[in-house]
């Protein structure tokens, strides 16, 4: 859960402090083998049945963090077996990136429905009288549930005056919009990767942190040791991330500690989609020669509709996203630099794994990932000074790309400036369970004529797998640093005037 400093929340910390650590010091990256007993000390289990079992979860976390797949539960192999590969200055991505740590899932039921002890064995016992299988019968004055009976229709539980019946779902399952997340023969998680888009929300809401996704802090420590030209753009919804006395400008100065050449606002992006958006919504979808279109900038949510709407992809709007075209603005004005995205989205660092992208962005890493470098260099990001430049010229609009309902406003305005007599229609959805009915209704003719907008996660980017703190205040943090923006609508802003430049 976002903004609850858990023990799964420490955990995932010092894994990526420590792995950030051990490239700084320039360990011999086989010193891996020690680092579970530097994070779980000890000789007594805190968080699960016994120490060796917290260990060994705490070295497939280590492994994933390193950018390494997971060991067979079968084979015996050291934590360190095949890291003189992932002991590189530039190493992408290799799928599957979300992974279930089979021996720390709890095996939870997929779904089940249950009488609680505050089922009071009424006289009128309605459970009974409306369940449609006859699944529900009273045995020594309560409600029994029989399994093999019931269908999770959860009639029952609607019925029952004193809500004594419940309906548990496994939660990564319940967090998957795709459906993604089956048993194995064991009953634990297991994730179908051919449904899988890579939004993390499964990795959120798993309570027992048996799900994680890889990273790539070791391979830019080690690049920016080489002394190659790393710059960093960072997504707006950082603000608020690192303390709610972190200015844009003190975490600007914090990038620059770590030894970042420069730091440019992703935002200046999504200024620059913004407006091939609009155009692309007034020349094809307004003009019907396109029966809708979908947002380009949300990974997971464009990776959803062609899985599950083949026959509508070329409706997604070919415009380049945020990432992508401050990575091409950065290098067009800085041809040998390296770019790193630092964001809230799980489903980047699958984006920055295409082959279309490679060249633009080199390395994806998560507000939560930067902590843990942070804390390895030990910068406090809330006792730096202010950087002087400032930060980048975005506009309100392009900041405000974090929050849903932010890029189809966005685009609104900009349509609304330029072509003030043009009927606009719009609509947005959060949390893929959403998108994907928004885009059942669009293929069965409901949104004709419309920009659809689509966030794989509930409340838009801020909400994404790599944030650390609550989604209401992440939002009202990026409103009141979109807020302090020198425009309001995309089209003001000066780097717009180079979008042709860089589709070229």
Known sequence: MRGLYSSKTEIRHKIFTEIARMAYEGDDPKMIEELPYKIIPGEVASYRDSIFLERAVVGERLRVAMGMSLRKVTEHAPISKGVEASVIEEKYYEPPLINVIKF????????????????QGCLEHP??????????????????????????????LEACPYNAIIKQERPCTKACGMNAIGS???GRAEIDQEKCVSCGQCMVSCPFGAIADKSQIFQLIRAMQSGRKIIAQVAPAFAGQFGPKVTPEMFKTALKELGFA????TALGADMGCMAEAEHYVKEVATGKQQFALTS????????????FPDYASCISMALTPMTLTARLIKKHNPNAKVVFVGPCAAKKLEAMRRSVRSEVDFVLTFEE??????????DVSALEEDPDGVSDASVDGRNFAVSGGVAKSVENVIREKYPDREIKMANAEGLKECRKLLTMAKAGKYNGYLLEGMACPGGCVAGAGTMQSIKKSQAAVNKYAAQAKHKISSQTEYVKELDKLVD
């Open 104 to 119: 720390a899932c709890n095996s939870c039921p997929e779904k089940r429905v249950m009488i609680t002890e505050g089922c």
């Open 127 to 156: 459970c009974v009288e409306v369940c449609p299988k006859k699944a529900v019968h009273m045995e020594g004055g309560r409600s029994h549930i029989d399994e093999d009976a019931c269908i999770k229709c959860g009639k029952c």
């Open 184 to 186: 194995d023969e064991y």
């Open 262 to 265: 420069d730091v440019y606002e």
């Open 297 to 308: 900038c949300c990974p997971s949510w464009s990776v959803m509709a062609k899985k599950l």
């Open 370 to 379: 930067m902590s843990g470098i942070f804390d390895a260099r030990q910068v």
